[in-house]
């Protein structure tokens, strides 16, 4: 549970697990093959694998191992009730749970050996969309804090995971698909290539500081066969999910209110857009090194997050109409 009292991708439990029902396991297995042979993304199959993850131990827990192609309207609405208020959910992230239910049974009802034609969960209504919540900036010293906070606690790992972030602008899927390989040479600076949105492959630049982290913790995590970057465990590594990820910025999130005394609420997401607004400003730290005092231009910034357009970019932007008010008549203007 964090600080905030919600709970945030943290209802696995292996002990648990084991015990639910084999032939909702089956059923998950049976559409994760459908999902292959229809060439979905790993990314994706991952993401509706973790979501009926959740469902098949609901089911477990709260309503007695049930065969899910038995229950009722009125169990797909406690699941609904469940997941917002006492994991205390968003909207929208309740609505993507109930849209991985609603697509699992209706590959149910398309498989004919299953004979299920009794969907009730397309009966329950999604909840209605919030207003998305405000984006939260870091200032780069806030980043350097933190990472100096990471570097004296011992964690190397998520010291060079944040300053990757803060340097490349990178998505949490992009970040996920780091390999430690390309840490490996100290004349590169960027990483293997990734695949971001639309299909678009691009490797993510990292700089100097960014490399001194890398290798206190990649000689701290020592050998062992795993290509991927990110890992957790200790004599049985595995690369993380992102749910792990998720959790991991939590955490840090908490740790800098700690440093700071005060409630700030970033997550991964933050660190793009504070990425892009600092190269923007001038105030991140590469900035000040290039001796860019200015900032980078939006067209720039637009290629460092392979935008197809710099519309696209200028939204991941501060708003900054009232610090340009404020310039023309001499007055801070503080919303």
């Known amino acids: 549970m964090s600080k905030r009292g919600r709970v945030y991708n943290r209802f696995f439990d292996l002990k648990d697990w084991e015990q639910v029902n084999h032939l909702n396991k089956e059923i998950m297995e049976d559409y994760k093959m459908e999902l292959k042979q229809n060439q979905k993304s790993d990314g994706t199959i991952n993401q509706y694998w973790s979501d009926w993850r959740i469902i098949m131990l609901f089911i477990y827990r709260k309503l007695n191992n049930k065969y ?3 229950l009722t309207k009125k169990d797909f609405r406690k699941f609904s009730l469940w997941l917002s208020e006492e994991c205390n959910l968003s909207n929208a992230r309740v609505n993507r749970l109930l849209s991985s239910l609603r697509s699992l049974l209706n590959y149910c009802e398309n498989e004919d050996d299953l004979e299920y034609d009794n969907n009730q969960a397309k009966k329950v209504k999604g ?3 919030k207003p998305v919540r405000d984006i939260v900036f870091l200032t780069d010293e806030q980043i350097m804090k933190l990472k100096n906070k990471l570097v004296e606690i011992g964690d190397y790992q998520k010291a060079t995971l944040i300053m990757l972030a803060y340097d490349s ?4 899927n992009e ?11 100290p004349n590169r600076r960027y990483t293997n290539k990734v695949v971001g949105k639309r299909g678009k492959v691009f490797p993510l630049v990292y700089f100097d500081e960014t490399y001194r982290l890398s290798q206190l913790y990649l ?4 050998e062992d066969d795993i290509l991927d970057m990110w890992v957790i465990g200790t004599t049985n590594k595995v690369s993380i999910s992102e749910g792990t990820l998720y959790n991991w910025f939590l955490y840090m999130n908490d740790l800098l209110e700690e440093i700071e005394g005060k409630k700030i609420g970033f997550t991964v997401h933050s660190f793009r857009h504070t990425a892009l607004e600092n190269y923007n400003t001038g105030e991140h730290y590469m900035c000040k090194k290039l001796g860019k005092t200015d900032g980078f231009t939006l067209q720039e910034l637009q290629m460092l997050a392979h935008h197809s357009s710099s519309d696209t970019t200028a939204d991941y932007l501060k708003e900054k109409d009232n610090e340009l008010i404020g310039q023309m008549f001499g007055i801070q203007i503080d919303v």
């Open 68 to 70: 899910i192609l038995e």
């Open 127 to 129: 909840l209605p969309k």
């Open 169 to 172: 602008a990178g998505r949490k």
């Open 175 to 185: 970040l996920l698909q780091v390999k430690k390989e390309c840490f490996y040479n």
């Open 219 to 222: 000689n701290q995590r020592g």
